[in-house]
């Protein structure tokens, strides 16, 4: 049987169509979908945000953190309630930004990018496969789908955190930036009883926890259509402590050594302006104080791709990959670029001809296959000129395949060079072909044949037919990680190892990417390890 057998708890299939139509005709003779005719400045900006990197040439905080994307604007809130902190980010404001803002902008800020400036920089794996990630303030949280779903119990179990502490910090996040859907649109409730049709079951209703079934999820969209990103946490913290610079990109990483030459701490950064010239470049330093064990650190929040890239530029990681490009080494330490992955995704476009519809993000997941599949549908633009593609998507939320990166050019605003190695392993290529015959079964069912018409699906019948499917159309979910994995490059305590006073906490940590989508868990890290580091302060001497 080619397709997984996950009807056993089966809704009656005329209850759910009876319920669908009635939901679309109330939705489309009553929605309207009213959104503000502007988009609405947000967040408590409050505190000291320049683009001029003179400002902050030559000064010291207690702690610097490169990159206030999804991670480092929550770690960057939380230090600053008793620390001076420096945030760094090398794209400029969403504030006033209707392809970050605005919800029927969704989308477009994938498609309309350039070299330096773009809120979302693109690029693509040395696998051939397309992929964009965020430069803004906010990061990937001011692009992305905005889904928002807690990481499973089981995942951070096995991250070893405090579950107690988990909890507020996911709660703290969730009270100032998480909503849930006011009413679904018609595409989403679509894809709710589709989902639910294929068998994914069973319906668990709105909820923010990671379980198996079909779920309407929490979102950064607002009832009004606004986003809200990582950014907005920035006003919950401490606005004399803490100062923000855009349109700086660090370069590298300043260390000094401590008494012996094998002990190495990190003392600083050396950043630019992202539209200057290299060879001009600034300074910003760790404060120096008398007892070594209370100085604070230089945290790397800069990406699952700009992590590993600002270690291996300022001289850690593999030390022939180093020599190649004349980086002077600092540690050798292999492991940083290294065990990159992505989750493979498959997406099926279910009209055959482009329209003019609304983008309209994803709130409803279907988690199915014993947590290894997870499902989306979206609406999404494929052009400058507003016209649209309903979409339904799945990606592999365990795979085994991994892959590595490495520098491309000592240019920091450049991309690395990527490799994930999709669909390498034999696990996931199977994997692949069970997901893409779930995604099938979805497109094909009467629930979307009821709002789009009939599927012009092409059949798919033997085993290498759909191996073949999956090896030409395999993409990315944007939930790429590694290359700075606990354990290998960082502690526990997300320390680099051998580096004193430097520490990386983002994505490029994880080693697999938790639950629906990692946003939520990204977001909660940064306050979970901001807290972390409070109290380990305050245990010091």
Same mark, same amino acid.
């Given at each position: 049987m080619l397709f997984p057998s996950w009807q056993s708890n089966a809704i009656p299939i005329k209850m759910l169509h009876m319920e669908l139509l009635t939901v679309i005709l109330f939705l489309f003779a009553n929605l309207g979908f009213s959104f503000p005719a502007e988009p609405q400045p947000q967040g408590n900006r409050q505190w000291h945000m320049t683009s001029d990197a003179r400002e902050i040439a030559g000064k010291s905080y207690d702690y610097i953190i490169v990159g206030g994307g999804t991670c480092g604007c929550p770690l960057a809130a939380t230090l600053s309630e008793k620390f001076s902190v420096l945030l760094v980010e090398r794209g400029g404001s969403p504030y006033g930004n209707p392809l970050v803002i605005d919800k029927?902008?969704?989308?477009?800020?994938?498609?309309?990018?350039? $070299?330096?400036?773009?809120?979302?920089?693109?690029?693509?794996?040395?696998?051939?496969?397309?992929?964009?990630?965020?430069?803004?303030?906010?990061?990937?949280?001011?692009?992305?789908?905005?889904?928002?779903?807690?990481?499973? +119990? +089981?995942?951070?179990?096995?991250?070893?955190?405090?579950?107690?502490?988990?909890?507020?910090?996911?709660?703290?996040?969730?009270? $100032?930036?998480?909503?849930?859907?006011?009413?679904?649109?018609?595409?989403?409730?679509?894809?709710?009883?589709?989902?639910?049709?294929?068998?994914?079951?069973?319906?668990?209703?709105?909820?923010l926890e990671h379980i198996k079934g079909t779920k309407v999820a929490g979102s950064v969209f607002d009832g009004s259509g606004n986003r809200h990103i990582s950014a907005d946490l920035l006003g919950a913290g401490n606005p004399k402590n803490f100062t923000v610079l855009l349109n700086a990109t660090v370069k590298s990483i300043m260390f000094h050594h401590?008494?012996?030459?094998?002990?190495?701490?990190?003392?600083?950064?050396?950043?630019?302006?992202?539209?200057?010239?290299?060879?001009?470049?600034?300074?910003?330093?760790?404060?120096?104080?008398?007892?070594?064990?209370?100085?604070g650190d230089v945290i790397l929040s800069a990406g699952a791709l700009g992590s590993p890239q600002i270690l291996l530029l300022s001289g850690i990681g593999p030390k022939e990959h180093l020599r190649k490009l004349n980086i002077p080494l600092v540690l050798n330490l292999k492991e940083v670029g290294q065990e990159m992955q992505d989750n493979p995704a498959i997406s099926i476009?279910?009209?055959?001809?482009?329209?003019?519809?609304?983008?309209?993000?994803?709130?409803?997941?279907?988690?199915?296959?014993?947590?290894?599949?997870?499902?989306?549908?979206?609406?999404?633009?494929?052009?400058?000129?507003?016209?649209?593609?309903?979409?339904?998507?799945? $990606?592999?939320?365990?795979?085994?395949?991994?892959?590595?990166?490495?520098?491309?050019?000592?240019?920091?605003?450049?991309?690395?060079?990527?490799?994930?190695?999709?669909?390498?392993?034999?696990?996931?290529? +199977?994997?692949?072909?069970?997901?893409?015959?779930?995604?099938?079964?979805?497109?094909?069912?009467?629930?979307?044949?009821?709002?789009?018409?009939?599927?012009?699906?092409?059949?798919?019948?033997?085993?290498?037919?759909?191996?073949?499917?999956?090896?030409?159309?395999?993409?990315?979910?944007?939930?790429?990680?590694?290359?700075?994995?606990?354990?290998?490059?960082?502690?526990?305590?997300?320390?680099v190892h051998g580096i004193k006073g430097l520490r990386v906490l983002d994505g490029s940590t994880l080693s697999v990417s938790p639950g629906t989508n990692p946003m939520a868990t990204l977001l909660m890290l940064g306050r979970y390890q901001g807290i972390k580091i409070l109290r380990e302060r305050e245990a010091s001497p």
């Open positions: 029927r902008s969704y989308g477009f800020p994938l498609i309309q990018t350039d $070299k330096y400036s773009s809120v979302a920089q693109s690029f693509v794996s040395e696998d051939g496969v397309s992929s964009a990630r965020g430069r803004v303030l906010g990061g990937s949280s001011a692009i992305n789908g905005g889904l928002y779903s807690r990481a499973s +119990e +089981e995942f951070i179990s096995e991250a070893g955190w405090d579950k107690e502490l988990v909890k507020e910090a996911y709660e703290w996040v969730e009270s $100032k930036v998480v909503f849930p859907p006011v009413i679904l649109s018609p595409w989403q409730s679509v894809a709710k009883f589709s989902l639910l049709e294929a068998g994914i079951l069973p319906y668990n209703g709105f909820t401590i008494g012996e030459r094998n002990k190495t701490r990190a003392h600083g950064i050396r950043f630019m302006q992202s539209n200057g010239s290299l060879d001009k470049t600034y300074e910003a330093y760790i404060k120096e104080h008398k007892n070594s064990i209370s100085r476009l279910l009209d055959a001809i482009p329209k003019k519809r609304l983008p309209d993000p994803p709130y409803v997941a279907g988690i199915a296959d014993d947590f290894k599949i997870i499902v989306e549908a979206g609406i999404v633009p494929i052009s400058t000129n507003a016209t649209t593609r309903v979409r339904i998507s799945g $990606k592999i939320a365990f795979p085994s395949s991994k892959g590595m990166l490495e520098l491309n050019d000592t240019d920091p605003r450049l991309n690395p060079l990527v490799k994930f190695n999709y669909l390498a392993s034999e696990a996931d290529m +199977e994997e692949c072909v069970k997901m893409t015959q779930l995604l099938y079964r979805i497109a094909k069912s009467k629930s979307i044949a009821l709002f789009l018409g009939m599927s012009g699906l092409s059949n798919l019948t033997s085993i290498g037919d759909w191996r073949q499917f999956c090896r030409k159309n395999v993409r990315t979910f944007y939930h790429f990680h590694g290359g700075c994995s606990v354990g290998s490059v960082v502690n526990e305590q997300y320390k």
